[in-house]
């Protein structure tokens, strides 16, 4: 199994002000993929990040808001930028599973953000 | 379109008895489901899956789950409920997408409460 750690684990911010939020994995992976989870609501994917190439993002993300960074296999950021107190929720990298399925996907501890 | 349905926001079980949490899917295709549980500050654990095979599938801490191709339906099930097992649920979808890349598909969660 993937062990997944993610920077910070939480953090209050105020309006107009960026974050950004670090995952990191303890083995190298091709895909990784940023959630948000909204108060009360399931999880939505934002993009999907490959090594080398610039992220895919789902429809209702752009890049300017959520720029993510991939800088090599085992590593991920995504930037909440010019927040808003709609941005508050818990942002989650993901990795698949390789070995032996590779259907799954494994999830970090989240990153919960609360704009003031 | 492709989408997972959890009917119930809540459910509420005595300790001890069984429990059902239920889903349904629409997919195209051949569908991969997945059941999670999210502990409160906690991110997504794995409790199992089905891709192909029996239809009952079993997982981590004793639950289990029906595969029903007929029904579309993947309820999860415990023959005994724990206090500890009080979570928010989520069933998923692995769903194939234009381009041939494919993604989970998360329900909107379901909390499990269980009373002493």
């Known amino acids: 199994s993937a062990v997944i750690s993610q920077k910070p684990s939480r953090d209050i911010c105020q309006r107009g002000t960026s974050l950004t939020i670090q995952c990191q994995v303890d083995s190298q992976v091709t895909m990784m993929f940023w959630y948000r989870q909204q108060p009360g609501q399931s999880l939505t994917l934002i993009a999907t990040a490959n090594q080398g190439s610039e992220a895919t993002y789902e429809s209702g993300f752009v890049i300017d808001k959520f720029p993510i960074s991939r800088p090599n296999l085992t590593f991920s950021t995504l930037t909440v930028s010019n927040m808003s107190p709609e941005d508050s929720s818990i942002y989650l990298c993901s990795v698949p599973v390789l070995l032996p399925s590779p259907n799954e996907q494994f999830f970090g501890p989240g990153t919960r953000l609360t704009v003031l | ?116």
């Open chain 2, 1 to 116: 379109a492709q989408s997972v349905a959890q009917p119930e926001d809540q459910v509420n079980v005595a300790e001890g008895n069984p429990l059902t949490v239920k889903c349904t899917y629409s997919v195209s295709g051949n569908p991969y489901l997945f059941w999670y549980v999210q502990y409160p500050n906690r991110g997504l654990q794995f409790l199992l899956k089905y891709i192909t095979g029996d239809n009952l599938v079993k997982g981590s801490y004793g639950f289990e789950a029906e595969f029903n191709k007929s029904q579309t339906s993947f309820h999860l099930k415990k023959p005994s409920a724990l206090v500890s097992d009080s979570a928010l649920y989520f069933c998923a979808v692995r769903a194939l997408f234009t381009g041939g890349y494919n993604k989970l598909i998360f329900g909107a969660g379901t909390r499990l409460a269980v009373h002493p």
